[in-house]
C-alpha cells in the first residue's frame, strides 16, 4: 500500500552545503547585486524580484555555471535518504527557489533522479541569462519566485515533511504537518504552536536521533492537525540522512468536561 508520507527537500542550504545562486553571484556578477540583495534582506522586495535583478547581472558562459555545479559541495549521504524514502514507498521532491539548472546537475552528479520544483534559468546567449517563475504564487505572502506553500497544498490529504534551512521554507513550514529544520529554520527548541487545534494538555514528543550517517527505518507518521516543528541542533548534524529520525507523537486521552 502506497505510503500516506510526502517529503519535500529544500535544496540550497539542505542538500547543497552552500547556497549555489550566492556562489554564482559571487563568481560571474556585477557588483551591484549585492545592493539588491540588501533590499531583499531589508523587506523592501521579495525573493522573486530579487532574484531576477540578480540574475539580469550575471555574465557566464553555460560551461562556466557549469563549473559551479561541479565546485559547490552536497550533503554525501542525501542518496541514502533518498533510498530510505523509496524503499517505504514514500516520495520525495526538491522544492527550491533556486535555479533548476543548476538543482538538476548537482543532483545528477550524486546519480539522484527526484522531480524538481524550482526557478527555470534560461540561456539568452552572449553570456546573459534570465528566470522564469512557473511555480510563483499570485498571492504569496512571501513574494518568493518559487511558493512552496502551493506545492504543499496539493497534497491535503497526506503526513507532509518540509525539510528545509532558509527564509524561503518559512511559509511552507507553517503549511507542513512535519518540519525538519536546519540553519536558519532551525526553532530554538522543540515547540508546539499555540494556535494548535490539539485539545490541552498538549502531545508528548520524543525524538531519537540516529547514529549518522546511517538511518535504519523511517517511521511513517500519524497525521498531525497542526505543524510540530522539531529542532536537531541537539544532534549537531550537518547530514541529511540523521534528518528523517525515529519521532514518536503520543496524543494524550482527552479529559472529559466537569472533573
Known sequence: MPSRVRVFVDFDGTISLEDTTDVVLERFADPAWQKVEADWLAGRIGSRECLQKQIDLVRATPEELDS????????????????????????????????????????????????????????????????????????????????????????????????????????????????????????????????????????TISVDAAVPPLVTRLVPLPLLTSPLIVSLRPFKSSTCVPVLVLVRITFPKPVPSGI
Open 68 to 203: 559551479v555545479c561541479e565546485d559547490v559541495p552536497l550533503d554525501p549521504h542525501f542518496p541514502e535518504l533518498v533510498a530510505l524514502c523509496r524503499r517505504a514507498e514514500i516520495p520525495v521532491t526538491i522544492v527550491s527557489d533556486g535555479l533548476d539548472l543548476m538543482v538538476r546537475k548537482m543532483l545528477a552528479r550524486q546519480g539522484v533522479d527526484l522531480p524538481i520544483l524550482a526557478n527555470r534559468l534560461e540561456y539568452l546567449g552572449d553570456r546573459r541569462w534570465q528566470l522564469a517563475f512557473p511555480y510563483s504564487g499570485r498571492n504569496c505572502r512571501a513574494q518568493a519566485g518559487h511558493c512552496k506553500c502551493l506545492a504543499l497544498t496539493k497534497e491535503p490529504t497526506t503526513m507532509r515533511i518540509l525539510i528545509g534551512d532558509g527564509r524561503s521554507d518559512f511559509c511552507a513550514a507553517e503549511t507542513s504537518d512535519l518540519v525538519i529544520a536546519k540553519g536558519a529554520l532551525v526553532p530554538a527548541s522543540v515547540t508546539w504552536p499555540s494556535n494548535s487545534a490539539v485539545a490541552s494538555p498538549a502531545p
